[in-house]
């Protein structure tokens, strides 16, 4: 929120206060150029832009757009960060995955800016008498060590503490999480877990390990099934508070079954609403925290890893852009520990250079963008504290609704909460394929000549539970079958673009086409006749104006030369000949499908 400075000085003093309404008079005039009729708040809403959960994100926010205070850093609700400091000290904990038995990497990691490990053991990840070799070297008492084991929990935890005393690390130096999740691991696996081995490790590290917590709330299973934000915090605060009743139920208080906690959420690329989830996952919390009577307690410890759900496995190099505004997120959002997956993590076990990235991209928002040294620089945005309170409301909607089915457990086992995933998804799922949510390298400016990038595979995630999605999926099942195409026939399938007039009438057109077809592995041929293309379809690219003047005799021409089906770029019509449209806003992916069946590849 503005503060004046104490002399009262307000530099917009002098000028005249603007009403809300004349600034919509002025949107709608410049709308009106563009042919919409609109006024008022109608013409604000034509700017507004619609996200999940029934949010919508307005183009204009002022300090009328109220919202709760959201406090001071270190302080209930803790909106602006669970601790007074933030992450002003050294910025936030830089958290590695690691995935295989490679002390090498482990090391190379710790000795180049990382601060954590996030180790992923047991089946699909480090057997468990290897995490010995694996930390040699690590100084186990300087470098947090968090564990990811599934149905290995309890071995792992044992290990782990085993280790700590064998290294002769002091009890209170041994900090990170032991990883504990039975409902985060019910919803990869699909297999009921027991909690009594979480609590016995939360029993444990309360009594004699104070910086070492036992369980993890992973948010992630649900954000990678297709959940919407509010979901993802609505499955958060479910899970969160079943463990507080079992850990209560275990004979813990309140506040120490809090502090056994640690929260697990995703970013995104979309970093507005990144910083608003975190933002908003703090202040649910603390409310939680408020109404079991440990209001102190309810600082939410937040460990934030780069959505899988965004990463590619075509272009993967544009996977540094979003994994870079995903980490900017994450820590002006407030994260006390961030994981930034490689940028080839969708293609297999990441190389030195992509961890290197890796751990660089935190390392220069920290110590060359100087990120973390502003607590909370998102706060006081009307913006920013407007979707805060929207999504916190949303995300509670959703907590309450798990509630009303008996808990997250009961959510799961009947299948609702996962058909609620799957029902969000869907929508999402339509707003790619007519690429509404472009995915740049894939269904926006695809190369289709780019060399493939081969990594060692990596080991399987668990399966069996909630699906795993990617907004790449449908577009890379076009690409292999194109793939599939050229290894068989040494050649890709082809469309002949038919340009009609002048550049300047069929640039816009014909690049529109070039893009759309290549984002299925069709390979757009410009030059020569149809005849010499060695294409079995093509697509007429140029103006309304041509289209009405030469469509149709252009249409016959190139059904006389061969082709059997013809497309034409623009607004559906009534043109001879023409048997199909593609236009912005069309089904991309039932029309590439499509077009690949009647091109005979399979």
Known sequence: MTVLPDDGLELAGEFPDVPHEQWQRLVAGVLRKSGKEVEGAEAEEALSTALEDGLRTRPLYTAHDTAPEPGLPGFAPFVRGGRAEGNTLGGWDVRQRHTVADGGAVLADLENGVTSLWLAVGEGGIPVPELGRVLDGVHLDLAPVVLDAGRDTEPAARELLRLYEERGVAREAARGNLGADPLGQEALSGQEGDFAPAAELARLCGEGYPGLRALTVDALPYHEAGGSAAQELGCSLATGVAYLRDLTGAGLSVEQACGQLEFRYAAT?????????????????????????????????????????????????????????????AGAGGADSVTVLPFDHALGLPDAFARRIARNTSTILIEESHLSRVIDPAGGSWYVERLTDELAHAGWEFFRRIERLGGQAAALRSGDLAQDLADTWQVRRTKLAKRREPVTGVSEFPYLAEKPVARESAPEPPSGGLPRVRRDEEYEALRARSDAHLAKTGSRPRIFLAAVGPAAAHTARLTFASNLFQAGGIEPVTDGTFEDSGATEAVLCSSDALYEEKAAQVATELRSAGASHVFLAGRPGQYAGVDAYVFAGCDAVAVLSATLDRMGVS
Request: contains cysteine; proline residues 3%.
């Open 269 to 329: 690329a979309d970093q507005f609403l990144t910083i608003a989830k975190l933002r908003a996952a703090r202040r649910l919390w603390a409310r939680v925290a408020e109404v079991c009577g440990a209001p102190r307690a309810g600082a939410q410890l937040q460990h934030v890893v780069t959505s899988e759900v965004m990463m590619t496995r075509r272009d993967p190099w544009v996977n540094m852009l979003r994994t870079t505004i995903a980490t900017l997120a």
